[in-house]
């Protein structure tokens, strides 16, 4: 079936530095949406994206999903400790279900 | 509006017992999901209704777990006779339509621990 595998699986930064996680499907994806998960809570719907190529900013979040529809990236400019948490995405399968990749827990030094 | 919401927060029980656990979706909605998310780990699909259709029930891990989904609003997911391994945190989860294109909106979630 399909997969959605995020790299890395763990990323920790000093704050002010950059952060990049990466999500790659074994399929082309219609589209593929972004949620964080804080410590102790639940995730937290982004963004979606859903053109061939498109980029898309929430403040320092920078969203890209590639040519082929078939990976994204999340980074985040200059981290702060709010930061903090696990970032997820997910595409939808042959029969619309979202599967969700493992996430990238990221943690930041103050 | 009020969101996802989910019961009992926290359940502890001891190994054997049934255990019942509740989530409200937002109104509306006619998708609804449930995960398990161990301590740490990723999201488990365990089952999805979607209004009238049957439910996908392809990620529930054993017949000790089974849900429904009444009147297509509320659902409850139970887990009989709980095993150890069965300790994580129940998430339920809503969304518009079954479109893969609708956002997932998340409740609390139920953090079981099985003694």
């Known amino acids: 079936g399909q997969q959605v595998m995020q790299i890395p699986q763990y990323q920790h930064v000093q704050e002010g530095e950059d952060f990049t996680t990466y999500c790659n499907s074994s399929?082309?994806?219609?589209?593929i949406q972004w949620y964080k998960q804080r410590p102790g809570g639940h995730p937290v719907f982004l963004i979606q994206?859903?053109?061939?190529?498109e980029v898309k900013k929430q403040k320092r979040l920078t969203f890209q999903f590639g040519e082929a529809k078939k990976n994204s990236s999340l980074h985040i400019t200059a981290t702060q400790t709010t930061d903090v948490g696990t970032y997820f995405c997910?595409?939808?399968?042959?029969?619309?279900?979202?599967?969700f990749g493992k996430g990238t827990k990221l943690t930041v030094n103050p | 509006g009020a969101g996802v919401s989910q019961s009992p927060s926290n359940k502890v029980t001891e190994k054997g017992k049934d255990v019942e656990l509740r989530c409200d979706p937002i109104?509306?909605?006619?998708?609804l999901y449930w995960y398990r998310q161990s301590l740490g780990q990723g999201l488990e699909f365990l089952i999805y209704?979607?209004?009238?259709?049957?439910?996908?029930k392809s990620g529930l891990p054993s017949d000790r777990f089974s849900a429904e989904r009444t009147g297509g609003s509320v659902s409850t997911l139970t887990i009989q006779r709980t095993q150890q391994e069965d300790s994580a945190v129940y998430l339920c989860?809503?969304?518009?339509?079954?479109?893969?294109?609708?956002?997932?909106?998340f409740g609390p979630g139920t953090r079981l621990t099985v003694l």
């Open positions: 209704f979607q209004g009238n259709s049957a439910p996908d």
């Open positions: 994206l859903v053109k061939s190529g």
């Open positions: 989860a809503s969304s518009l339509s079954r479109l893969s294109t609708d956002t997932q909106y």
């Open positions: 109104s509306g909605h006619t998708a």
């Open positions: 997910a595409g939808p399968n042959f029969s619309e279900k979202l599967v």
């Open positions: 399929t082309t994806l219609s589209n």
